[in-house]
């Protein structure tokens, strides 16, 4: 079981490859605390399963008013987000280096509070498809010493109250080094990852295609404590290359842009409920293969799955990996939606 909290502010308007004037956008600021409550459980050497209770609270600086005269308003709002459910199948190989992940996004979460577009809502109000898979190798003989790579699909089944969602890959590729000792009192475990995030535009009446969709790359350094059943886990997502669409101009849709942070943080706290033993950044893995201790080689006791069927560090909407730009705020013009980012 873990508890989760991840924090991201998007406060700088982009336009492509590079910053625009934030005069150029209607959003000012997106500021998130996205937290979660997850259990994960191995049913056997061959399959597992995970869940996940998101709980975010977001708030939202946005001019409703015109250009002779701006009113930047703020907006709070804290809900259940999507939840989501996710089965694995670790079978390919005795050592569970490979593995196939196949789940849902629920449409539970808010996705009808009036002062957040549907971009920038908690909820997507859409069910979509999460398929992934992922691989963990060893470097030359350290069997401390890793490699991982996994690449995931997000791609809704419908649209909702018309908005969908883009479709989007994510993929991450790392490495990572688990044999430190803490003396006594446990390990711990350092990591290094680059992800990548590619999305295509939002659709629908109440999207903004125009101001939707980006490609992104984050170098993510991350370090893992474990304590006996105990590990606290911790990173930070630093953005490399961001491109973002945008309107060609401010008068095609009236903002013009994105709104991106320069890095993205995530804490985790995780209850192993059996013994580790050799189980190794498993707060990493509410979506990856854990296997019961002795049913595998230590050197891979543990995958790093880093999207939580995500996060997400997964990018998905919602998530914390979003960027998003928007149409003119939903205060100022329901029927316009925000162009959303990406995420986890």
Do not use: C
Request: hydrophobic share 35%; glycine share 12%; charged share 15%.
């Amino acid at each position: 079981m873990y508890l989760e909290d991840g924090y991201m502010n998007q406060s700088e308007n982009w336009v492509g490859s590079h910053s625009a004037p934030a005069s150029a956008n209607t959003d000012k600021e997106l500021q998130t605390n996205f937290g979660a409550l997850g259990m994960d459980y191995q049913f056997n050497s061959d399959w597992g399963a995970a869940l996940e209770f998101p709980y975010w609270d977001r708030l939202f600086r946005t001019d409703i008013g015109t250009p002779a005269a701006p009113d930047v308003t703020s907006f709070r709002h804290s809900a259940l987000g999507d939840i989501r459910l996710t089965g694995r199948y670790t079978g390919f190989s005795s050592d569970l280096s490979t593995g196939l992940t196949l789940g849902l996004k629920l449409p539970t979460g808010d996705w009808t509070y009036p002062n957040l577009d549907r971009d920038s809502s908690i909820g997507t109000g859409t069910a979509n498809l999460l398929l992934g898979g992922y691989h963990v190798g060893t470097f030359s003989d350290n069997p401390h010493l890793k490699w991982f790579a996994e690449v995931l699909l997000d791609r809704a089944f419908n649209t909702r109250e018309g908005y969908r969602t883009g479709n989007e890959i994510q993929a991450a590729l790392g490495a990572l080094y688990d044999g430190i000792q803490l003396g006594q009192l446990g390990t711990l475990a350092t990591l290094l990852q680059l992800i990548g995030s590619d999305r295509l535009h939002d659709s629908g009446a109440n999207a903004n295609p125009a101001n939707s969709g980006y490609h992104r790359r984050l170098l993510s350094p991350g370090v893992e404590a474990s304590f006996g059943q105990w590990s606290i886990y911790g990173d930070a997502e630093y953005r490399l290359y961001h491109y973002a669409n945008a309107a060609s101009s401010v008068a095609v849709e009236g903002t013009q842009g994105q709104l991106v942070a320069p890095v993205l943080l995530k804490f985790m706290l995780s209850y192993h409920l059996s013994p580790r033993q050799s189980w190794n950044l498993s707060a990493l893995d509410p979506s990856g293969s854990v296997a019961p201790p002795g049913s595998v080689r230590p050197s891979n006791a543990s995958l790093p799955t880093l999207f939580r069927a995500r996060k997400r560090q997964s990018v998905r909407h919602g998530g914390p990996e979003h960027q998003r730009g928007m149409s003119g705020g939903a205060a100022n013009n329901p029927a316009l939606s925000a162009s959303t980012f990406p995420d986890i």
